[in-house]
């Protein structure tokens, strides 16, 4: 089993993403091609990015790897919050993910202090 797998924060990023999948699938049939190939990616680079980030042999770089999946949820976030002023769905439609990406980045947020900083190296 991989460490990334026993993370909240990945478990929960990959309920996002199978949600984001969803909205995708339905910019699609919209005739969005590049909003749901966008949301796919931002959404699917949350979780890539604990993954990846959970093998780093520092923790420095773990928690760089972390501050680029929230920033993710950002992005993610923002396409969820556009989408209905550009009239493709409605506003409410699009909560229940905002919400789930406002929980999953402050998650990751608590996580990222959680993890100790490496020691600078003296010379």
Same mark, same amino acid.
């Given at each position: 089993? @991989?460490? @990334?797998?026993?993370?909240?924060i990945?478990?929960?990023g990959?309920?996002v993403v199978?949600?984001s999948? $969803?909205?995708?699938? @339905? #910019?699609d049939?919209?005739?969005?091609y ?5 949301? $796919?990616?931002a959404?699917l680079?949350?979780?890539n &990015? %604990?993954?990846? /980030?959970? /093998?780093?042999? !520092? &923790?420095n770089?773990?928690?760089?790897? #972390?501050? %680029?999946?929230? $920033? ?6 923002n396409?969820?919050?556009?989408i209905?002023? %550009? /009239? #493709?769905?409605s ?8 919400g789930?990406?406002?929980?999953? !980045? $402050?998650?990751?947020?608590?996580f990222h202090?959680? %993890?100790?900083? &490496? ?5």
């Amino acid at each position: 089993m @991989f460490r @990334f797998q026993n993370l909240d924060i990945w478990q929960r990023g990959t309920d996002v993403v199978v949600r984001s999948f $969803r909205l995708a699938d @339905f #910019l699609d049939q919209q005739r969005m091609y590049r909003f749901a190939e966008q949301v $796919r990616s931002a959404s699917l680079s949350i979780t890539n &990015n %604990i993954a990846e /980030g959970s /093998g780093s042999l !520092s &923790n420095n770089e773990f928690r760089n790897f #972390l501050n %680029i999946a929230r $920033r993710s949820t950002f992005e993610t976030a923002n396409m969820c919050l556009t989408i209905p002023k %550009i /009239g #493709l769905t409605s506003q409410e439609r699009m909560m229940p993910l905002v919400g789930q990406l406002d929980e999953l !980045s $402050r998650m990751i947020l608590e996580f990222h202090r959680q %993890i100790p900083r &490496n020691p600078s190296r003296r010379r």
